[in-house]
């Protein structure tokens, strides 16, 4: 039952180590570089863009129907 205790207590203070154990030296930055920031913002731009298109020619549909149901 002594050998008992004492391994425990002694896993108890291996894992306390453990645990307190400085993590390896990794560096804290992303490896990605901060340019694909440019793409996205093309991305958004031509959505926009498009989006704008389909407004425009929507609007430009209904005003036709109008103009042709108004004849």
């Known amino acids: 039952m ?6 425990l207590v002694a896993g108890l203070f291996a894992v306390g180590a453990f645990a307190q154990a400085a ?4 560096p804290a930055t992303p490896a990605v570089k901060a340019t694909p920031a440019a ?13 704008e ?4 020619k929507k609007a430009a549909k209904a005003e036709a129907k109008a103009s042709a149901a108004s004849k």
């Open 2 to 7: 002594n050998k008992l205790l004492a391994a």
């Open 23 to 26: 993590a390896p030296a990794a």
């Open 39 to 51: 793409p996205a913002a093309k991305a958004e731009e031509k959505a926009a863009a498009k989006t």
């Open 53 to 56: 298109k389909k407004a425009d």
